[in-house]
């Protein structure tokens, strides 16, 4: 850097300056837009839920979405389960988020308890990140016969 004149330093260093700032907005921009359609997409399971709960069928029409009841007999669409799913349908456990692959999918699920017993389990395709994150791996649980009501 000593054989740069003063002006070409000054050039240089700004160019650095542009590039990391330009860089920085960038980053912050799409972790804002991940964070918005995650939102969304997470309002969107809670009004899945919501529905299927108040279905006469026991699960809902729009979505994958399934009920697991407190006996552990599952209705809806076939979602693989984890225990976790099963201890908030057991009761012991509060309502989460979380992102899987089933299959060759990726999805956002929410698992939510129901009243007076059980768990409502529904999933989404969550909004594309650019990038392949890593995610839980889960086969299907066979237990789960994914019997549609009707």
Known sequence: ???LSFRA????LTALAIAVTVTA???AVWMIAKHELYSQL???LVFQAQNAVHS?????GNGLTMVIHPDGERSGVNIPVTQRALRVASGDGGAYYSNATI???QWRELVAPTQPAGAIVTAGSPPHSGRRERRSHRKPDRACR???PG
């Open 42 to 44: 997470d309002q969107t």
């Open 1 to 3: 850097m000593n054989g």
């Open 56 to 60: 006469p069928f026991g699960a809902g």
């Open 103 to 105: 299959g060759v999918y």
């Open 9 to 12: 330093r000054i050039a240089l």
């Open 25 to 27: 907005a960038s980053v």
């Open 146 to 148: 994914g019997d549609r």
